[in-house]
């Protein structure tokens, strides 16, 4: 029984236990007794049924991940990520996508909260004829977005909402690395430094030092964050049957942000914080326009216009 339980690459004793059947109960009933019958662990048709059904018909387009925690709190599914996946590939409502190549050395994130803030513009058609734009901020120590809204067009004042809705809730921070958008002076080219406009300059009144980005891989986890907005948003608002945009952006803070910041944020990776308090109470001075007009021979300025 030992030899032949090696070759059969068995243990003695589960050897000794079929024999013990096959001599009592015959070749038939000693066999395997669960050939045929169903697996008590197998999820039943239905549910696999009811849970294609629903993303066909109401998530179409949708991302596995998107789709399944969406199906987990509001539909009552308790099934793993990877159990979904693989029923919606079988279903062909998913396609299989071919595997990624290696993945180049991350850079590690600052080591807590306030350090370094990332702000990027992103235009996208967030439902049909909504061709906004969405202002992120978020911390690159936490992956928390602080502040993300939609506008009409990114521009100078947008990115200075943005930063005025981080440093009047916690306070001010270390550094900023923004896109170079198409509304700054550098935008194709290296900041200057020597002439800065309206976003640098107010920044750096405030002590913020500012760290351009000139290519992708130096905002790589700004980027992923954005593309994971553009998974999900556009869906989001199509679901609620959002068109308007201020109805969008009350979207964004009651429901998106919350649900992002449970699933997307991570821990620092150290106590503590580098945030410094703002004292000020003047909202309009903590980051605002600066221009220069010249005096007339009357003492009159012109701005905007009018002659003050």
């Not at 190549?101 to 058609?125: A, C, F, I, L």
């Not at 308007?244 to 106590?271: G, I, K």
Request: net charge positive; with cysteine; proline share 5%.
């Amino acid at each position: 029984m030992a030899a032949a339980a090696e070759m059969l690459g068995i243990t003695e004793r589960t050897f000794r236990r079929w024999s013990t059947r096959y001599a009592a109960e015959g070749a038939e009933r000693g066999a395997a007794r669960r050939l045929g019958q169903a697996s008590a662990r197998a999820v039943p048709v239905d549910e696999v049924v009811q849970m294609v059904t629903l993303y066909e018909s109401r998530s179409t387009g949708w991302t596995v991940q998107h789709f399944h925690e969406r199906w987990q709190h509001a539909h009552g599914g308790t099934r793993a990520y990877t159990w979904t996946k693989k029923k919606l590939q079988a279903a062909g409502q998913v396609v299989r996508t071919t595997r990624r190549g290696t993945h180049r050395k991350r850079r590690p994130r600052t080591p807590v909260p306030g350090m370094m803030r990332h702000q990027d513009g992103s235009p996208h058609e967030w439902g049909p004829g909504c061709q906004w734009e969405l202002m992120v901020t978020l911390d690159a120590a936490t992956r928390t977005m602080d502040s993300a809204f939609f506008v009409e067009e990114e521009g100078t004042m947008s990115s200075v909402q943005g930063l005025r809705d981080v440093i009047e809730t916690q306070g001010l921070f270390s550094s900023l690395s923004p896109d170079r958008g198409t509304h700054e002076e550098e935008a194709g080219g290296k900041m200057n430094k020597s002439r800065l406009t309206q976003r640098p300059r107010a920044v750096q009144q405030r002590g913020i030092t500012r760290i351009p980005a000139y290519s992708p891989e130096a905002r790589g986890r700004s980027e992923r964050v954005v593309r994971t907005v553009h998974d999900r948003v556009p869906q989001e608002l199509a679901l609620a049957g959002i068109t308007d945009m201020a109805a969008a952006n009350r979207s964004l803070a009651e429901r998106f942000l919350p649900a992002y910041t449970r699933r997307v944020a991570v821990p620092a990776p150290e106590s503590g914080t580098a945030f410094v308090p703002w004292l000020g109470t003047n909202r309009a001075a903590l980051l605002c326009v600066h221009e220069k007009r010249g005096v007339a021979n009357a003492n009159t300025v012109r701005s905007q216009g009018r002659s003050l």
